[in-house]
Each structure stands twice: as C-alpha cells, then as structure tokens.
C-alpha cells in the first residue's frame, strides 16, 4: 500500500496523510519489542516507554494518560456489554 500511495501524483498533504493512514494497519510483535528493549540502550528504552510500546513504570503510565487512555477503552468496551445481557 505505502508503495502505491508513493507511486501516485498525489498532492502532498493528500500523500502524507494517507502514509500515516497506512501505518494503522501496522501489527506489532509485543513479544519481540520486549526482548529488544531489554537489551535496548537507555535512551532508547525511554524512547519505548514514552510511546508506550513497554509500560515499565505504572505512575509513568498514568502521567503519560496511557493508564486513563486504557480505562476508558475498557468501560467503552463493557458499556456494549449491557445492551447484550
């Protein structure tokens, strides 16, 4: 897809937005993105746990709003749940 969308005469606005609309499909291997943190020099652990792609430090999350952020999507979740019982 991002190869198609470079391809294109596409105004530049309309390219990078669906550049970024591409990466939505992007899959992430938790397991593998563990392992290489941990290895990972500091900065870049940083770098991880400020885009949250590890939570090492929950009072870090919550001030980040990732906790909030999660809760959130949780009662979202259980809301639909009512309807159904």
Do not use: W
Not at 48 to 70: K, P
């Amino acid at each position: 897809m991002i190869s198609r969308i470079r391809s294109a005469s596409l105004d530049p606005d309309i390219e990078k937005f669906l550049l970024c609309a591409a990466e939505r499909h992007t899959v992430f291997n938790f397991s593998r993105i563990a392992d290489y943190y941990a290895h990972a020099p500091a900065e870049t652990q940083c770098l991880f746990e400020e885009s949250a792609l590890v939570i090492i430090d929950y009072q870090q999350a919550i001030e980040n709003g990732f906790v909030r952020m999660t809760q959130r999507m949780v009662e979202i979740m259980h809301s639909g749940e009512e309807e159904y019982a």
